[in-house]
C-alpha cells in the first residue's frame, strides 16, 4: 500500500538494540549500555530554567518559521566565538533536531537519476534518506589507518555530472574519526570541477574535538558557500538529544526552498525549547569544556584497554564519543558479537554492519557511561575473549 520509495526507508539500529536492552532490564537483568549515542549527562539547569520561563512568560504561540530572530542572532555571534565564521542569520533554518537539516538537504537535492555520495561506515541515516529521495546512494571509504578519513582522490573519482550532493562527517559517528585537513582542502579543490554538486557537511559533533583540536568548518572555504549545507545542533553539545533542536546553515539559493519544506512539515521549532536553546549559545560553556574533558579520559581507557585485549585493534577516537574497535580477529561476525555481549554478558553495543557493509569489521562502542560501568564492560568483554 505504501510508496515504492518509502520501503527504502532503512532505521537506525541504535534505537532497536536500546529496545532490546530496556526489554532485558525490565525483565531484572543489568545491562551496561555502550550502544547509545547520547551524553550521559543532563541538560545544564541554566537551560532548563529558560524554557520554563518561556512558558511561564507564555510563549505559547508559533514562531517565525526559521526560528526566533533573537536565536539566529545568537548563532551568528557563536559561529563568530567558536569558529571564527561570519554567517549571514538570513541563511540559518532552526529545526527540530539535526537529522532534520539532513532530510531537507536529501529531499531537496536528490531524485532519480541523481547521486548522493555518503561515508561508509556512517550515520545510518545518510543512505537511507539518499535512497527515500529517489537517488542513488553511492558509498565512499573511509580509512582505519588515517583515522577514519576519507581520501579525497577516492570521493573525487566517484562524482559525476549527475553527482547532487556529497555527505561529510567530522568528527564521525560512528568511527570517533575526524577528515584529514589535507584531503578536504584537496576535495574542496577538486570540487570546482563539478560546480553542480553540493556539499553538506554533518558537523554535530563540532565541540567535541580531543586533545586541544579545534573544529575545522568547512564554512572557512569562502568558495564553497554557494553549495554548502552544515548541518550543527544542541544535542551532543548541551546534552539536548531529547529536546530536538538543530540548525542548518544553508546557501542563499537553497534557504527559501528549506524553510517552504519546514512549513509544510513542522511550521516552526517549539517556542521555549528555542529559548533554552539561546540560554545554551549564550550562557557559560563551562559544562560543554567538562563533558568533553569526561569523554577524553573514557577515550583514553577505552582506547588503551581494547588495545591491550587480543584480537582487538582499535584507532584512537579524535572526538565525539565511540570507539570503533576493529574485531575482525575474533572470527566471528559484527553482529554475532554484538547479540552475544548484549545476551550473555548484558553489554550493549552496536556492530559495524548497522553503519553500512564496510563496518562488518567493527562494532561501535560508545562511551557515553561511567568509567566504572565502562571499566566494568571492558573486564567482562577482556574475561569473554579470553575464553574464546
Ligand atoms: N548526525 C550524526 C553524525 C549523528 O550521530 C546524529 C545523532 O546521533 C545526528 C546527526 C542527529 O542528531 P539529532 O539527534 O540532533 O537529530
Not at 215 to 239: C, M, N, P
Not at 366 to 374: G, H, R, V
Request: hydrophobic share 40%.
Amino acid at each position: 500500500m505504501i510508496s515504492h520509495k518509502s520501503t527504502l526507508l532503512e532505521t537506525e539500529s541504535a534505537f532497536d538494540v536500546l529496545a532490546r536492552a530496556q526489554t532485558l532490564i525490565s525483565n531484572g537483568r543489568r545491562i551496561i549500555n555502550l550502544g547509545i549515542g547520547q551524553p550521559d549527562f543532563k541538560t545544564s539547569p541554566h537551560i532548563v530554567e529558560a524554557a520554563i520561563k518561556a512558558l511561564k512568560d507564555g510563549h505559547h504561540g508559533y514562531t517565525p518559521a526559521p526560528g526566533l530572530p533573537d536565536l539566529k542572532e545568537s548563532l551568528v555571534q557563536y559561529y563568530y566565538r567558536h569558529f571564527g565564521q561570519a554567517v549571514d542569520p538570513a541563511n540559518i533554518l532552526v529545526v527540530p533536531g539535526g537529522k532534520v537539516t539532513m532530510a531537507f538537504a536529501m529531499m531537496l537535492l536528490g531524485e532519480a537519476g541523481r547521486d548522493i555520495l555518503y561515508p561508509d561506515p556512517g550515520f545510518p541515516i545518510y543512505r537511507s534518506m539518499a535512497a527515500y529521495s529517489g537517488a542513488r546512494a553511492v558509498p565512499y571509504a573511509v580509512h582505519e589507518d588515517l583515522g577514519f578519513s576519507f581520501k579525497a582522490s577516492e570521493i573525487l573519482s566517484k562524482v559525476t555530472p549527475d553527482t547532487r550532493l556529497i555527505i561529510l562527517n567530522s568528527p564521525g559517528n560512528p568511527t570517533g574519526g575526524s577528515n584529514l585537513e589535507s584531503e578536504v582542502c584537496e576535495l574542496v579543490a577538486g570540487l570546482d570541477r563539478f560546480p553542480q554538486c553540493a556539499v553538506l557537511s554533518d558537523e554535530i559533533y563540532s565541540r567535541l574535538h580531543f586533545d586541544g583540536a579545534q573544529h575545522q568548518t568547512l564554512l572557512q572555504f569562502e568558495g564553497l558557500r554557494d553549495r554548502l549545507i552544515v548541518l550543527d545542533g544542541w544535542s551532543k553539545t548541551y546534552a539536548m538529544t531529547g529536546w530536538r533542536l538543530g540548525w542548518g546553515i544553508w546557501p542563499a539559493s537553497m534557504i527559501g526552498p528549506a524553510t517552504k519544506l519546514a512549513i509544510n512539515i513542522h511550521s516552526c521549532v517549539n517556542a521555549p525549547a528555542q529559548f533554552a536553546a539561546q540560554a545554551a549559545l549564550d550562557g557559560p560553556q563551562d559544562a560543554v569544556d567538562e563533558m568533553r574533558q569526561a569523554f577524553q579520559d573514557r577515550r583514553d581507557l577505552v582506547h588503551g584497554r581494547l588495545n591491550a585485549m587480543p584480537g582487538i585493534s582499535a584507532a584512537k577516537p579524535k572526538g565525539a564519543f565511540y570507539a570503533f574497535p576493529n574485531i575482525s580477529a575474533l572470527g566471528r561476525s559484527s553482529k554475532d558479537v554484538q547479540d552475544t555481549w548484549l545476551q550473555e554478558l548484558g553489554i550493549a553495543t552496536i556492530a559495524g554492519t548497522s553503519f553500512g557493509d564496510a563496518g562488518a569489521d567493527y562494532i561501535r562502542l560508545s562511551f557515553a557511561n561511567s568509567l566504572d560501568n565502562i571499566t566494568e564492560a571492558l573486564d567482562l568483554i577482556e574475561a569473554w575473549i579470553k575464553e574464546l
